[in-house]
């Protein structure tokens, strides 16, 4: 799996670069304000109007199929992309709300990581201390802390961080650095479940303590990894990444070849904000596949599209474009202000890895 941005002059000029620049995010500065640069949507594949076509004429696009399986919604695949299978709006709003809730409060808890615990260390109740207008803050360790021969030196070395309500006196002169709740909340890009994922070695380390991924969400893996499993088999869910979008973040182009075995489909699914989807082929030279992922929709990648380059290179957080009104209306309680405040401008993707 590679995170980043590929940068090298050579890379910059693959058509699969040449399609994230075109649907990245650009702004326009203008005397008064900055204003996001229009882009051509027209090219990008959009299975929710596909569905509705077919469910009124029975017709489909060219280079569309559906899959024909024992599933109770339509699946539809890419000719051009075997093993790709993309379920529109497979999730009801009930779920979706409840996968959101789950990945910005149960999800990021410890053991399981996040992007944050590089610099941090674990990180307790990151929604709730945000909701809370808390600061994360570290103490000054006592300066004459080494000569304590009773100390670990490991633990002499690492400042201790934790969220505290504000930065008042109570707290101390002791308090050496602080970063809002708030602002770590936008800045969280990944947690990952089950398995622990380790970016740095680009492999899984069972060796990481872990817990299993919840029963409920490896329920719903198994229910919607079936159109894309070897007959007769059942998926096990091991592992899972929840990638967190804001405005402007993307994830550039990559594949995900750490698992054992690429028969078994990576179960994915959309939450908030609509986003840009980019299908390559097999060389970043193969000119990549646009498509719309809504929140709801369900994305299943199975042996040949396992070896396909994808990213998300856009999301539309503007009214018109993000497409979460079903989601604005069902978060209408008071304590769900926080939950739609979040949505309103990110996207959430949890996607599910049978790793072995
Ligand atoms: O956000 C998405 O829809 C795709 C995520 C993805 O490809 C990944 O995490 O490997
Ligand atoms: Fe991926």
Not at 140 to 154: A, F, G, I, K, N
């Amino acid at each position: 799996m590679y995170r980043s941005d590929v940068t090298n002059e050579e890379s910059e000029r693959t058509a699969f670069r040449k399609a994230e620049k075109k649907y990245k995010i650009y702004y326009d500065n203008t005397k008064k304000k900055k204003i996001v640069r229009p882009v051509d949507l027209s090219e990008v594949v959009d299975f929710k109007s596909i569905l509705e076509q077919y469910n009124c004429n029975g017709e489909l696009l060219e280079g569309v199929s559906m899959r024909n399986c024992d599933f109770d919604r339509p699946v539809f695949c890419l000719e051009r992309r075997p093993g790709y299978y993309f379920i529109p709006g497979a999730l009801s709003v009930e779920e979706e709300c409840r996968w959101i809730r789950e990945s910005l409060t149960s999800f990021p808890q410890p053991p399981n990581r996040t992007n944050h615990n590089a610099i941090y260390g674990p990180m307790e109740d990151l929604f709730f201390s945000a909701k809370e207008g808390k600061a994360l803050v570290t103490e000054r360790l006592p300066d004459d802390v080494s000569s304590e021969v009773s100390v670990v030196e490991s633990d002499v070395r690492t400042p201790q961080w934790k969220f505290v309500k504000e930065l008042g006196d109570s707290h101390g002169k002791d308090a050496c650095e602080s970063v809002p709740a708030s602002v770590l909340l936008r800045k969280l890009r990944w947690s990952t479940l089950g398995l622990q994922f380790d970016w740095s070695k680009r492999s899984y380390n069972v060796s990481l303590p872990h817990k299993k991924i919840p029963d409920a969400l490896g329920q719903l893996a198994k229910r919607m990894a079936a159109p894309a499993m070897p007959r007769g088999e059942e998926f096990q869910p091991e592992a899972a990444i929840v990638n967190y979008f804001g405005l402007g973040d993307m994830l550039g182009g990559h594949l995900d070849d750490m698992e054992k075995d690429w028969s078994k489909p990576i179960v994915s699914m959309s939450l908030g904000c609509k986003a840009i989807f980019l299908l390559g082929g097999k060389s970043r030279e193969d000119t990549p596949i646009a498509m719309f992922l809504r929140s709801g929709d369900i994305v299943l990648m199975a042996g040949e599209a396992r070896e396909c380059f994808h990213g998300v290179p856009r999301i539309f957080t503007d009214t018109e474009n993000a497409e979460i009104s079903h989601l604005e209306s069902q978060f209408a309680g008071v304590d769900d202000l926080p939950y739609l405040d979040y949505i309103r401008n990110s996207r959430i993707n949890i996607n599910i890895r049978q790793v072995f």
